[in-house]
């Protein structure tokens, strides 16, 4: 049993502490072979465990990226160039924060691991951020060097002005695939052009230049250990505020040991498998999963640089036989709604791993229709690394739960005052283990609020644990609705209007009512054009008590959402 300490190190358990759970009665339905508790010791740092990997498996596919293979000794060269660049040509301090500012393509491995092989602290943004949401993020992260895209160079040296940022290194999206294709490509993104250095604005270098110049150099390890910050992984937490969970090398290596305890009963090293990256990998659950635990276990990772593009994604599961997906319910949902998708042949699938907001229960019955597998669900936050909980990976239907705690982990359901709940009551799910981060950045007042005093990470979100140690998530805190005094939670509303034939995508949310405080509205996607307002809510009357029913009814042609797919519920208030 482990806890976190101040620095994010795990050590052992209070005894006072380890009375709140003392039965831990999640671990008899624990699949065999899978332990209660991980080694955290095996590597002190990432760059150690990225050294191990690339000496197991060098010339095995790493990433593959519009057609181009990268082994993993090419990775390795090309990451042991960019840092030396970093450290031996723009002499950047040891500590100093590099911003990646990059969709899925081969660039991102490469800064990712270059910069921690180095020592420096990785900043992941979202490469579609505005021009005023990236400078708030590099400014609160004081990042000093900033990797980007070439035809997002001007928007991203202009958030630069006023923060910390010294040096913005550019790319072209062709950049690192075969002649002439790579030409090809960066001619078709209409690639930022050299102008003349502004003074106010940073100074910009190719990156092609720097792998070039940074193999002439020799890269000094990263001589840290487990306690030090490897990422600032911003996030809206539990209020909706961005603010950096800061991550260190102990975090996120104890999240990829609990996640290999939960596959390697099904997995076997001797046959690689072949996952398709998808959710951006800037996004803590891809980061994790997709990017650190498959290139752990020699994996093939297919990077899909626009998610959007679901023939595409067809395409490479097609080419590549895919044996590994991982997404979020818009995905899913998405991808079936594709003509394409169900004439796959999905024999190579062996599991689904869905993740990031909650699977709804008519997408998960309808992708095992068509696939033949369950979506597996898991549960995790930017906070934990990300991995809490997930379900087995034997299941062979949709559970609608998140699964059992993974090893090492602690879970506990509490009430506003800290109380522990008895089984089956709904309470704030609660969360210890060696994964849970240092805290937030520069905030000591949301890192308070957001820790017990017995060392749990208040997750924001309400959950029942039953008597078989299996987890279900009500919802959110902040979007519970309460109209007439009586809790509403809108995955509930969600599911139940997704179970129509005609509604393609659904989303619930509360607005202001002067009798009842809030009154349930929900915004709907329609599949079925001549589906009315009138039918929509007698469909919800047949299966929900009166307070639930949907008291108002808009129709959008699609959901706002974030780049990962998770439906901003904020933003549904304003469609009429």
Not at 37 to 64: C, K, N
Not at 250 to 263: D, S, T, V
Not at 517 to 538: C, M, Q, Y
Not at 556 to 570: E, I
Request: net charge positive; aromatic share 8%.
């Amino acid at each position: 049993m482990t806890t976190q300490n101040t620095e994010g190190i795990a050590e052992p358990a209070r005894p006072e502490a380890a009375a709140t759970n003392p039965s831990r009665i999640w671990l008899r339905s624990y699949p065999p072979g899978v332990p209660p508790e991980v080694r955290t010791d095996r590597f002190a740092t990432l760059g150690e465990l990225f050294r191990d990997s690339v000496t197991r498996y060098g010339e095995r596919p790493a990433f593959v990226s519009m057609g181009r293979v990268h082994r993993f000794r090419d990775v390795d060269a090309r990451a042991l160039a960019f840092g030396a660049w970093l450290q031996q040509v723009e002499h950047l301090p040891q500590g100093s924060r590099v911003a990646i500012v990059l969709p899925n393509l081969l660039q991102y491995p490469v800064s990712l691991f270059g910069a921690l092989l180095a020592g420096y602290v990785v900043v992941n943004c979202n490469p579609l951020y505005t021009e005023s949401e990236l400078a708030r993020q590099l400014r609160d992260s004081e990042a000093r060097v900033v990797v980007t895209l070439a035809n997002r160079a001007d928007l991203v040296r202009k958030a630069c002005v006023g923060t910390s940022v010294e040096r913005v290194i550019v790319t072209g999206a062709g950049d690192l695939l075969r002649a002439p294709r790579g030409a090809l490509i960066n001619l078709m993104m209409r690639p930022w052009q050299r102008r003349a250095q502004a003074d106010h604005l940073p100074p910009v270098t190719a990156f092609r230049r720097v792998l070039r110049e940074g193999g002439q150099r020799t890269l000094e390890p990263f001589a840290g250990g487990s306690g030090d910050l490897a990422f600032l992984q911003y996030t809206g937490g539990t209020t909706g505020i961005p603010k950096g969970a800061m991550l260190t090398h102990g975090n996120i290596l104890a999240n990829i040991e609990q996640c290999l305890a939960w596959l390697k009963p099904y997995f076997s090293e001797s046959q690689p498998e072949t996952v398709l990256t998808a959710l951006p990998l800037y996004h803590i659950f891809a980061l994790t999963v997709n990017c650190l635990v498959f290139f752990r276990i020699g994996a093939r990772n297919v990077l899909i640089a626009d998610p959007r593009r679901t023939d595409d994604i067809v395409n490479q599961m097609r080419r590549y036989r895919v044996t590994a997906l991982t997404g979020v319910s818009t995905l899913f949902n998405a991808l079936l709604h594709n003509p394409r998708f169900p004439k796959l042949d999905f024999r190579s699938l062996r599991f689904c791993l869905g993740g990031g907001m909650a699977v709804q229960r008519a997408v998960a019955e309808k992708w095992h229709t068509v696939t033949g597998k369950p979506i597996i669900e898991a549960y995790g936050l930017s906070e934990t690394s990300p991995a809490v909980t997930a379900n087995r990976l034997d299941l062979a239907t949709y559970s609608g739960t998140i699964g059992l705690p993974l090893p090492s982990t602690e879970i506990a359901i509490r009430d506003d005052a800290g109380r522990d709940l008895p089984l089956g009551e709904v309470g704030e799910l609660c969360v210890r283990g060696p994964q849970v981060m240092r805290g937030y950045w520069k905030r000591p007042d949301e890192t308070a609020r957001s820790m017990t005093p017995d060392g749990y990470f208040r997750t924001g979100d309400l959950a029942r644990l039953d008597d078989s140690g299996m987890i279900s998530i009500v919802d959110r805190k902040k979007d519970m609705i309460i109209s007439g005094g009586f809790n509403i939670y809108p995955n509930e509303i969600e599911e139940v209007a997704m179970m129509h034939p005609g509604v393609l995508e659904a989303g619930a949310v509360g607005v202001p009512d002067p009798a009842a405080g809030e009154r349930l509205k929900i915004v709907v996607v329609r599949k079925d054009l001549s589906l009315t307002e009138e039918a929509l809510v007698l469909h919800c009357r047949r299966y929900l008590t009166g307070y639930k029913v949907p008291r108002q009814v808009a129709f959008a042609d699609a959901l706002p959402k974030n780049p990962v797919g998770k439906v901003l519920r904020r933003e549904l208030r304003s469609i009429e």
